[in-house]
């Protein structure tokens, strides 16, 4: 299952029996479950618990699928040890086997018929390489929650994989899934809300068992962009909100757990997944329940702000400044003063970045913002909606024309605004560009690549002239922390020199960026030939 697919199914996995939502995050918030009053007050029944150890083996040169070889459980449950066999033997017959040893700590195995496929598959012991091993704690409990029933999983521990080339690799896992046995999907929705909001779990989109899988595949689970989707040519406007949604909540959800520890890809990933959700909520504003989406697009403008803090300086740091330096431009005395600047810039740059981890990690508005979203995509109120239901081609036409006529008027004033006055028509564009990539499938690729790519290289020459922007502003807020006596004459300078060195740069960029966008006016919208 694709990560899009996950997202849009993970509420209606199992939705003819029993729709379920599979939160997750790190092992202590799902361990705090258990004596959360959330659950504890709502409790229907005792709880039960199992420790669960499964191993996959196979013979080398099978794939990583586990379409094949075999697969051993041991589940302890109340003080009996359950072992349980089963997998696809070689000449595709099935294999199933489950016994008891009788008790916790005794040693043997019962009396039992030999199974023959097994002994006829000729697989030795010895030659079944161990592939994949989980290692977990379960705890299943029964909620009463408003007027339906619904059942908390609860599951901690480690999954251990052994890829091809004989390297090791693990990953931790805390997962806290949520299924709705009888009665309202609000109620089911409501707590996953709730518990969100109290622990700081949010959606995840991998089972342990697909972990195993991606480790297998050396896939550590790192920062992810937003994956592409087509759109049939008798797609509707419902279709694409649907997918686009998707496609943000995918590159929102799996660089959670990047963001997480820091990783400034995934801070910038996870960011730009918030911008493009935000877009694609205004497009479709009329159509979207008003307090769900006046709720998700609060929270994502906070949250975007806060990892936006982060990522700027990020960019000074790790970009700016060693340009700058690379120049050989700078004297000694100039780049002293330009590495103290660095110094306390990255300073800054790691408390920005522990706020960033702390907010995707812990923060109870951020949780139920991504459970929120979750609900959305599950609930689809697009699909009742017969305004959605016209072709997509045309809502596009419309969708699109409203964004550029926003470019078009912000850009009026180019030419004569000064370069750092520019930023108000950068942000349109952006916004033009997240709303023609929701409808890009639905058109030929001859058809839009001269706009987009006009589009892409003024954007470019607006990045550059904003890092020039930015580097000013970061440069401002490191001379105005709290710095030492002896370090602030060196600041100072370097601080000069930036400030210096910007305002060139800002010159000659602004002309870039007037070059761009002159060129850019030109084309033709290409959705309006093909509407």
């Known amino acids: 299952m694709s990560g899009m697919d996950g997202i849009a199914e993970q509420a209606q996995r199992d939705s003819a029996v029993r729709p379920s939502l599979r939160l997750g995050g790190q092992e202590r918030a799902v361990d705090a479950c258990r004596s959360l009053d959330l659950v504890t007050s709502h409790r229907a029944g005792p709880a039960f618990e199992a420790d669960i150890i499964s191993t996959w083996r196979d013979r080398p040169g099978q794939d990583a ?83 339906s029933a619904l059942t908390l999983t609860l599951e901690t521990g480690r999954v251990f994989a052994w890829p091809e080339d004989g390297r090791f690799l693990s990953q931790r896992v805390g997962q806290a899934e949520l299924v709705l046995d009888d009665g309202k999907i609000e109620d089911l929705n409501g707590f996953a809300i709730a518990l969100a909001e109290a622990t700081g779990l949010g959606p995840v989109i991998r089972t342990p068992e697909q972990i195993g899988r991606d480790l297998l595949q050396e896939d550590l689970g790192g ?43 995934g801070i910038k990933q996870l960011r730009i997944g918030l911008r493009r959700l935000r877009s694609i909520l205004k497009l479709f504003r009329k159509h979207l329940p008003e307090d769900q989406r006046d709720n998700l697009v609060a929270e994502a403008k906070r949250t975007a702000s806060v990892l936006g803090q982060a990522r700027d300086l990020d960019v000074f740091v790790e970009e700016t400044l060693p340009a700058i330096l690379e120049t050989g431009l700078p004297g000694d005395s100039e780049r002293q003063g330009l590495e103290a600047l660095g110094h306390h810039a990255d300073l800054i740059r790691q408390a920005d970045k522990r706020a960033a981890m702390r907010l995707v990690d812990e923060d109870p508005g951020f949780a139920g913002f991504c459970v929120r979203l979750q609900v959305l995509l599950a609930s689809a109120p697009w699909r009742d909606d017969e305004r959605l239901q016209k072709p997509a081609r045309k809502f596009a036409k419309k969708a699109l ?104 740069g800002l010159t000659g960029q602004g002309d870039r960026v007037l070059e761009a ?11 309006q030939e093909q509407a």
């Open 65 to 147: 699928t586990l379409s094949s070889g075999i697969v051993m459980e041991l589940k302890r449950e109340n003080g009996t040890m359950v072992q349980t066999i089963s997998g696809q033997l070689p000449e595709g017959a099935p294999l199933d086997i489950s016994y008891d040893f009788g008790g916790e700590g005794k040693s043997g195995l019962p009396r039992m018929q030999t199974n023959l496929k097994l002994d006829q598959a000729g697989a030795e012991p010895s030659r079944m390489r161990l592939r994949l091993r989980t290692e977990l704690n379960r705890r299943v409990v029964p909620l009463r929650y408003g007027d």
């Open 223 to 265: 920062p992810v962009k937003a994956p592409r989707y087509d759109l049939a040519d008798e797609a509707t406007a419902a279709d694409v909100l649907e997918k686009a949604l998707a496609a943000s909540a995918v590159q929102i959800f799996g660089n959670i757990a990047p963001a997480r520890l820091g990783d400034a890809e």
């Open 401 to 504: 024309g409203k964004a550029l006529a926003k470019v078009e008027a912000t850009g009026q004033t180019l030419a004569e605004a000064p370069p750092h006055s520019r930023h108000p028509l950068r942000v349109e564009l952006k916004k033009l560009r997240y709303a023609l990539h929701a409808f890009r499938p639905l058109y030929v690729k001859e058809e839009r690549n001269p706009y987009l790519s006009a589009l892409s290289l003024l954007q470019d020459e607006f990045g550059a002239l904003n890092d020039a922007v930015v580097a000013r502003d970061m440069v401002m807020r490191v001379a105005q922390s709290d710095l030492g006596s002896e370090d602030r004459l060196q600041i100072e300078a370097g601080a000069g020199y930036v400030t210096g060195w910007t305002q060139r």
């Open 517 to 527: 966008w002159r060129a850019f006016e030109k084309l033709s919208p290409f959705w």
